[in-house]
């Protein structure tokens, strides 16, 4: 993968891994988020996010030895960040009169994300932050992300329990249904 001749390909080819490896986990993080629930999604999307963000800071660290290290970084902190909003999602199902706020919500919190690259161009051009600290900041914010999901965000237990209460002639007629063809 590495050219030194043209820095600017290995930036496009570590992007392309990067939306091919998120595209790639798009199937496995809806079967995490049905199996597991939204805060196994919050708090694995946090971590896997955190490591990620721990190589890059380690391949701007040292860029001569551990360049290489960005193509896992990046794409395990983008796919992580990608895990870790289907959280979000999990207080559409229980708060259905506000999914137009928790949606909202979810697009503000993506949008802030974006212009994380321009707070780190702006501490490193006025301040001379290194980037690869800014690397390393955002991994221990993605660690704080991982506790707050697994302190906020219900259970899948019971999200299960709150469909139950909120809708259980839906469910009753679901499990006979079941019943009779079985």
């Known amino acids: 993968f590495k050219n030194a001749e043209d820095p600017k390909t290995n930036f496009d080819i570590c992007y392309a891994v990067s939306m091919c490896f998120l595209f790639a986990s798009s199937l496995p993080s ?30 701007t660290t ?14 395990m902190a983008t796919a992580g960040g990608m895990i870790n909003s289907l959280c979000m999602y999990t207080f559409i199902w229980l708060l259905p009169d506000r999914a137009n706020l928790v949606t909202g919500i979810a697009g503000g919190i993506a949008s802030l994300s ?15 932050v290194p980037i690869a ?15 707050v999901s697994q302190l906020v965000v219900p259970s899948l237990e019971f999200s299960m ?17 079941e019943a009779g063809a079985a």
Not at 30 to 50: H, Q, W, Y
Not at 161 to 177: Q, V
């Open 30 to 59: 809806g079967i995490l988020m049905d199996k597991c629930g939204g805060r196994a999604c919050g708090v694995v999307g946090a971590l896997m996010a955190s490591v990620g963000l721990l190589l890059m800071g380690a391949a």
């Open 62 to 75: 040292f860029p001569a030895q551990w360049d290489w290290l960005m193509f896992y970084g990046y794409p």
């Open 114 to 128: 974006d212009t994380c690259a321009l707070l780190a161009v702006w501490l490193h051009d006025i301040y001379g």
């Open 133 to 147: 600290w800014f690397f390393f900041g955002l991994s221990v914010l993605a660690l704080a992300a991982a506790a």
């Open 161 to 177: 329990e709150c469909a139950r209460l909120m809708a259980p002639e839906a469910i009753l007629a679901e499990e006979a249904a």
